[in-house]
């Protein structure tokens, strides 16, 4: 099944068709049921979409020309713009990560990471990541993001599949993360 999916660098043109998968996996969007098999909680605008584009830092996957999966990684000066993220950056030289000394200009925040459901479980995360680690590992060395503890399967997608490392965790607005760390020189395949 993956071996159709072409996985491309967002343009303006693909903003239609990441709202659209947006929508249906938005926590606010789901009912309990729905969110056990996961979900993101940040909806984007068409300018923050717009933005992160052009700063590079939206890939997608799609399937006959329809967007089946999209990964934002974008610089914490992005991302500052949702109040978890300021919470986030001043935690970074705390966290300990290999022999790496993190600041938010070496770092970039990776996620959200949205794959349709019908697309799951079929072996598209690593070559999808793995595409988005190569146009950004020259940039930066390591990528952080963050999962809440209550989405059992992004922890297994990122832990167990791309063996990302927890390095923290922290609680915002009476929720509880982990806080992963992934060394960019690293192939997730």
């Known amino acids: ?23 249906i996996y938005l926590v ?18 068409i300018d923050q979409l717009q933005e992160v584009i052009r700063q590079e830092g939206l890939f997608i996957a799609k399937d006959n020309n329809k ?16 109040a978890i993220f300021n919470h986030m950056t001043p935690m970074l030289p705390g966290l300990s990560f290999k022999d790496f000394k993190m600041t938010d200009r070496n770092t970039f925040q990776y996620g959200p990471i949205c794959i349709d459901k019908k697309y ?32 059992i399967p992004s922890q297994k997608a990122h832990i167990e599949k791309l063996k ?6 922290f609680e915002f607005n009476n929720n509880n993360y982990f806080i992963l760390g992934y060394d960019m020189s690293q192939p997730s395949i």
């Open 1 to 23: 099944m993956i071996e159709n999916i072409q996985f491309e660098v967002a343009k303006n043109s693909d903003i239609e068709g990441v709202i659209a998968l947006q929508s």
């Open 28 to 45: 606010s969007n789901m009912t309990e049921e729905e969110k056990a098999s996961g979900f993101v909680t940040t909806p984007f605008s």
């Open 67 to 82: 967007i089946i999966a999209y990964i934002f990684a974008a610089s914490w000066d992005y991302f500052s713009q949702w």
């Open 120 to 151: 799951r479980g079929k072996g598209l995360i690593n070559p999808f990541f793995d595409f988005m680690r190569t146009h950004l590992v020259k940039r930066f060395p390591i990528s952080i993001t963050f999962i809440n503890k209550t989405n």
């Open 164 to 169: 990302w490392a927890i390095i923290g965790d």
